[in-house]
């Protein structure tokens, strides 16, 4: 079961993050239930679920899937920007991905094609966690805790973001290779460099996000470990 729940788990983060753009969001959050970017991104998350599954008689829960996706998306959009609800979207979307993978595998014996092992979509999993959600996370975190973003930083953020997507991929290769003293000496050379930084709104808001971003790359590590 656990490798057709990490499969979908992959094809719920292409959909979700690679494949969708700031404008389609916008109108989703705009338009609501009118918006077509909706259901053109649900025909996307069936269309993955149904392919990572390598089965034909799986279109049934790749529907389901698609279909909870877009009623999750639309309930969504009546919501505001804030880390509560995208958490609880998220959360959502992982348990109907459980559900459906449960009672397909009580019917059915799933394996992953080709030789792949399980540890392999665990690995690719972690990146693309480490990657689009846990800025979008990060960020919304800051700011559900009123952690004030510099004003240097409010029209970069994609440069911070590369800079924060860099480390987490740093630290999550470090603990799946289960070298924890490059991670410390990683977590010392951030610090050293932002010494001598005068500025307590600045060092405030880059300590929040680097303590965040090394929990997510920590826990996505762990993960990738407990497949083995």
């Given at each position: 079961m656990m490798e057709l729940v990490l499969s979908l788990v992959l094809a719920h983060l292409v959909a979700d993050f690679m494949l969708q753009t700031g404008k389609s969001c916008?109108?989703?959050?705009?338009?609501?239930?009118?918006?077509?970017?909706?259901?053109v991104h649900a025909l996307f998350v069936f269309g993955l679920?149904?392919?990572?599954?390598?089965?034909?008689?799986?279109?049934?829960?790749?529907?389901?899937?698609?279909?909870?996706?877009?009623?999750?998306?639309?309930?969504?959009?009546?919501?505001?920007?804030?880390?509560?609800?995208f958490g609880l979207d998220q959360v959502l979307h992982l348990l109907v991905i459980a559900g459906v993978a449960y009672a397909w595998s009580r019917c059915h014996d799933w394996s992953l094609?080709?030789?792949?092992?399980?540890?392999?979509?665990a690995v690719v999993v972690a990146?693309?966690?480490?990657?689009?959600?846990?800025?979008?996370?990060?960020?919304?975190?800051?700011?559900?805790?009123?952690?004030?973003?510099?004003?240097?930083?409010e029209s970069g953020f994609n440069a911070g973001a590369l800079i924060g997507t860099i480390e987490r991929w740093l630290i999550l290769i470090f603990v799946c290779m289960q070298r924890y003293e490059a991670l410390g000496l990683l977590i010392a050379a951030k610090s050293i460099i932002r010494f001598g930084d005068k500025e307590t709104a600045k060092t405030e808001y880059v300590l929040a996000g680097t303590l965040l971003s090394i929990l997510i790359a920590v826990l996505a590590g762990m993960m990738v470990i407990g497949c083995d």
């Open positions: 916008k109108d989703k959050k705009e338009r609501h239930w009118k918006s077509p970017h909706h259901y679920s149904w392919l990572v599954s390598w089965d034909v008689c799986f279109w049934w829960g790749a529907l389901m899937i698609g279909v909870a996706h877009l009623g999750i998306d639309i309930w969504k959009s009546y919501r505001k920007d804030e880390v509560v609800w094609p080709f030789g792949i092992e399980l540890r392999h979509v990146l693309l966690v480490c990657w689009k959600p846990a800025n979008i996370f990060i960020k919304l975190m800051l700011k559900h805790y009123s952690v004030n973003m510099p004003k240097d930083k």
